[in-house]
């Protein structure tokens, strides 16, 4: 049987690059993706048209929560494995356009849940967010911590998909794997997140907007560190034993929750210095209050990812912040866009 894997969201940011460590596994993807216009498309595209150079890479350029699509590609497919990033991303942008992230991420989802439980998968993989912490301060977040104070409106939906996956583990005996990413960056990032807007801005001399007067902290994650717990993460299927008083899985399902970090928070101001030594040159800094619905830092507890798939690569900051530079230059040119 061909090792098959469903990935919705795959022009996306971390769909693209999931999906290029499955076909560089030997795996046939199916890449879903609705290659829509929160950022530019031509982004989308070019991702994808580099996944396209695998023979092994199926293209699919469809609208997630419109119904029916999920259900015939897995009916035709039959993947073993879904990996399930598409959702309307953004925790400012949830509170202007708030519908969005329902027909996105709700709808979107049901659709995901309802065609695995017509042609259930092996293993059912769903991306979550540590945004779903929210008003929590007792850090480092761990899986097993009560997270029911979330702080933007993306984040309530994606708390909500949690809910909505466990009651489908439940009641079908799907297996579902919820990860929780942590400030996920590197090469092809999004044009909408701090990293990415903070080196354009720098390029052309241009001031950068520093919330909460610098004084946030994110628990950075590069993304092929992110996808090699993804990798191995897919043969760890939910069982009904748990790997010890750590572990999310649930009592009655099959179903766990794991955070995919690095463990090691980063000051902003660092993060900033890091991007600066990277570019060989300074920041203008504006000092801006915090922005609604963000939060002032995030932390992951690791240890159950450990526990589960043993020690994961760890990229240093500044090697991180290096590579997306040289592709950042590399992509829009040495000026930037």
């Known amino acids: 049987m061909t090792d098959t894997a469903l990935v919705t969201g795959s022009a996306g940011f971390i769909g693209f690059h999931t999906a290029e460590r499955l076909l560089q596994s030997g795996a046939r993807v199916i890449g879903l993706d609705a290659m829509t216009d929160y950022y530019d498309p031509d982004l989308k595209e070019a991702r994808h048209a580099i996944l396209a150079q695998s023979p092994e890479f199926i293209p699919v350029k469809a609208r997630l929560e419109d119904a029916g699509v999920m259900a015939g590609l897995m009916a035709k497919f039959k993947p073993q494995t879904v990996v399930h990033l598409a959702a ?8 202007d356009a708030p519908r969005s992230y329902v027909e996105a991420n709700l709808i979107g989802t049901y659709e995901v849940l309802e065609a695995a439980r017509a042609n259930p998968p092996a293993h059912l993989m769903l991306a979550s967010t540590s945004s779903v912490y929210g008003a929590n301060t007792t850090m480092p977040y761990a899986e097993t911590d ?8 993306y984040a309530a939906t994606k708390k909500a998909t949690e809910a909505m996956a466990h009651s489908y583990a439940h009641l079908y005996g799907i297996p579902i794997t919820m990860f929780r990413f942590f400030t996920v960056y590197g090469p092809w990032y999004r044009p909408d997140m701090a990293l990415f807007k903070f080196v354009k801005a720098i390029e052309a001399g241009k001031p950068i907007d520093v919330y909460n007067h610098g004084d946030m902290s994110r628990d950075f994650t590069y993304v092929d560190d992110l996808v090699e717990g993804l990798m191995r993460l897919r043969g760890a299927v939910p069982e009904t034993e748990p790997v010890g008083e750590i572990d999310s899985l649930s009592p009655v399902a099959p179903f766990r929750i794991v955070n995919i970090g690095n463990s090691r928070p980063t000051q902003l101001l660092d993060f900033i210095k890091a991007i600066e030594g990277a ?13 609604p619905g963000d939060v002032p830092a995030t932390w992951a507890d690791a240890s159950l990812l450990t526990a589960l798939v043993g020690e994961m690569p760890c990229t ?12 950042y230059r590399s992509y829009y040119g040495q000026g930037g866009m």
Request: aromatic share 10%; charged share 25%.
């Open 146 to 153: 009560k997270a029911d104070s979330q702080m933007s409106f």
């Open 88 to 95: 309307q991303a953004g925790v400012r942008y949830s509170i």
């Open 316 to 327: 240093p900051l500044e090697d991180g912040v290096r590579r997306f530079v040289d592709w």
């Open 279 to 291: 570019l060989g040159r300074e920041a203008v800094l504006n000092m801006m209050d915090m922005q």
